[in-house]
């Protein structure tokens, strides 16, 4: 079973549209999400942060991927977005900051190219697909906390939560049965050996991480 929680608190104005101003580097940190060693991307005002636990596990055990947009600076700074689709809940776009996906295998980033990530929805069970929405997130000084606001033509009252949303996998779909419309599918715990995850987010930040199962 695959679940995607996302929680929430609150924010105001600064800075927009920096989305072109891409990066800068990867570092090893150790942030909010916690004790343990976090990856790090940064943009020119806003973190990625993933932590994936636990990196060694056994067979039939849940794989926790953690990720966190997080503003280091002083100052209040806000965002255009559009919905994205997060291949760990299906493939409509989700009222979600990042998105995960899994390979079995070990890859970077130059070897990904023309991998095929798992399947981490029952493709038998696709609903339809919601309106693509715009957002401004307005995100509070030194915080993950933001204002969510939905542009027209769809607009909706601003909300606030915080930008750390969990994904947990246990393992993936697969076509069991048919091939095209109304195929089967059905699940499959992540058999032993090494996984590598993507994390990315709205703004075009990514981050690899990789667990393995024994």
């Known amino acids: 079973m695959i ?42 005002s806003l973190e990625l942060l993933v932590r994936v636990t636990p990196q060694v596990a056994s ?8 990720a966190e947009v997080y503003n280091p600076l ?16 299906g493939p409509c776009g989700q ?13 970077t980033s130059f070897t990904l190219t023309g991998a095929t990530p798992l399947l981490l929805y029952n493709a038998s069970l696709i609903p339809p697909c919601p309106a693509i929405f715009s957002f401004v997130y307005t995100f509070q000084p030194n915080s993950d906390n933001a204002t969510v606001q939905a542009l027209p033509p769809f607009p909706t ?11 947990t996998l246990s393992g993936y779909w697969v076509n069991c049965c048919l091939a095209g419309p109304g195929a089967s599918y ?9 996984y590598t995850v993507v994390v990315f987010d709205e703004w ?9 199962v024994t």
Do not use: C, D
């Open 3 to 44: 679940i995607l929680v996302v929680v929430g608190s609150g924010g105001i104005g600064y800075l927009a549209g920096f989305a072109n101003q891409r990066t800068v580097t990867s570092v090893l940190t150790t942030t909010a999400l916690g004790s343990t060693t976090t990856r790090t991307v940064t943009l020119a």
């Open 59 to 66: 067979q039939g055990r849940n794989i926790t991927v953690v």
């Open 74 to 89: 002083q100052t209040i700074v806000v965002v255009n977005a559009t919905t994205i689709i997060n291949p760990a809940q």
């Open 95 to 107: 009222n979600s900051a990042t998105g995960v996906r899994v390979y079995s295998g070990h890859f």
């Open 157 to 167: 009252q601003a909300e606030t939560r915080l930008v750390n949303e969990t994904t």
């Open 186 to 194: 059905m699940f499959q715990k992540f058999h032993p050996g090494q």
């Open 204 to 212: 075009g930040q990514q981050i690899i991480e990789y667990f393995e």
